[in-house]
């Protein structure tokens, strides 16, 4: 129900301000508006920050993965060197020999 009123506030606002212009000249990374229109200010800005954060959650999505696979690899070396001792990996000493003088 508050998404929807906020939906409905945005689009009354977007509609009453369709013809202001921003003052100052809007600067891009590659353009330069003089003037521009506030709806296409607002809408570049959206839409970049919603690239941004799908960016940012593919790069922590991928470091968590990184760490998966390192947390895996670290446990299966531990079991296997653990099987390994288990199971006589280690030569066995030999009984000391008693010294017969």
């Avoid at 990374?29 to 296409?40: E, I, K, N, Q, T």
């Avoid at 839409?47 to 696979?69: E, K, M, Q």
Wanted: aromatic share 4%.
């Amino acid at each position: 129900m508050v998404l929807l009123a906020l939906a409905i506030g945005l689009m009354l606002f977007l509609l009453l301000n369709m013809n202001a212009v921003v003052e100052p000249n809007v600067r891009f990374l590659f353009l330069s508006y003089a003037a521009p229109g506030l709806l296409p200010v607002l809408l570049i800005t959206a839409a970049l920050s919603v690239a941004c954060t799908l960016a940012a959650l593919a790069v922590l999505n991928a470091r968590g993965r990184l760490w998966d696979a390192r947390r895996r690899r670290l446990t299966e070396t531990v079991e296997q060197e653990a099987s390994r001792l288990k199971h006589g990996g280690l030569p066995r000493r030999a009984a000391p020999q008693p010294v017969t003088a």
